[in-house]
């Protein structure tokens, strides 16, 4: 009997901890598979009103290999919003975006860039100004992207508040899913992730791309040691059971308050290492 496909950890590492944080995602490579973002510097970070602070570009370049030597995929953050406007409102400058990849190229060797606020009419909060962002913004930043030979990681489109709902067909998904190597479905609170855990709900089948191209993250994971692995397994057994092969359980990230909360490993790491690790074993026992 052939193995059965391993689940792996996205994660938001919006941190250039490179001697710290890092080094422990790093090691846990070897445990499970692991596909990051981080921050780049000179390039516009994930919270409007906070940056990390870098080390030298020769310490951060060293950061970005080490974790890739260590079998980490990594990934550079952009964003797609327009700075000039409250985030996430569509859409960036094209000019400007073109220079914070050519800036990513330069910095370090990454595996490819993230695209964030990549969203679709279905999924955003102004449906009118993403009307025709698939073909002023995001097409020819992913071909500026591949054009660069790095590879495209898209956050969005997303497919709803209740994770049970799959807005649009497969058909017109397909338009943005085919310009990434990859695309994280939700950014969703735990308590609507286990909604409706009963129902066959299967996002691979629906929108008919492969569940190693498709992740998410569930948010709010408790910060009791005990309570967070239970959260965890739920989170992660529902994943597979969804068609996924990608998940961050992690905590809620607020935006524009000074601090973004994903700058941080979360308290329970060692517990969400455990339970991915455990989970591979068990269904390829």
Known sequence: MPAAALIGLVLALYNANVTTDWVTVATAASRIPIRAIVPVPNVSPPDPGWHPIYPKLSEYKKGVAMLKSAGVEVYAYTHLRNLSKACCTCCGNLSQYKLWVDTIKSTANFDGVMMDNNDASWSAPLPENYKNAIERMYLPAADYIKKAGLGVWTNGPHVSKNSSVIRANASTWKRYLEYSQFTTLFEEPLDLWIQNSDKNI????????????????????????????????????????????????????????????????????????????????????
């Open 202 to 285: 299967n996002y691979s089948n629906r929108l008919k791309w492969p569940s190693s191209k498709l992740g998410g993250y569930v948010l709010n994971i408790p910060n009791d040691s005990v309570q967070a692995e239970k959260a965890i397994r739920v989170s992660l057994e529902l994943a597979i059971k969804r068609g996924l092969s990608w998940l961050y359980p992690t905590i809620a990230c607020q935006h524009r308050t000074g601090s973004c909360t994903y700058a941080q490993l979360p308290t329970y790491w060692k517990q969400l290492v455990n339970v991915i690790e455990e989970i591979n074993k068990e269904r390829n026992s």
